[in-house]
């Protein structure tokens, strides 16, 4: 059985910064590509940042100069690393994984989700 989990989020005034973690566990023979979506309260699941095994990466244009993000694949681990955060940045964060449990057999896996909220 493989699993997503997040850890990170929290309440952050405008302006500051947080970090993501997602960490894979479980039955895994290879992660491929590693994403951060998120959802606000109703909207649409929208893709925030990708990055594939070989660490290219992609931005959603809302987050491009703001956001980054990266694996550890040793750690089985992505992050997001979130700065200059805005209030429209509000919403339950999740991660996604491409995660390989068998040569043959490859799966997409999600997260719990973590919550980040923008106030003063």
């Known amino acids: 059985q493989v699993q997503l989990v997040e850890s990170g989020g929290g309440l952050v005034q405008p302006g500051g910064s947080l970090r993501l973690s997602c960490a894979a566990s479980g039955s895994i023979f290879s992660i491929n590509t590693m994403a951060w979506y998120r959802q606000a309260p109703g909207k649409q699941r929208e893709l925030v940042a990708v990055i594939t095994s070989t660490s290219s990466t992609n931005y959603a244009d809302s987050v491009k100069g703001r956001f980054t993000i990266s694996r550890d694949n040793a750690k089985k681990t992505v992050y997001l690393q979130m700065n200059s955060l805005k209030p429209e940045d509000t919403a339950v964060y999740y991660c996604?994984?491409?995660?390989?449990?068998?040569?043959?057999?490859?799966?997409?896996?999600w997260g719990q989700g973590t919550q980040v909220t923008v106030s003063s």
């Open positions: 996604n994984a491409e995660i390989r449990s068998r040569p043959w057999k490859e799966d997409a896996y």
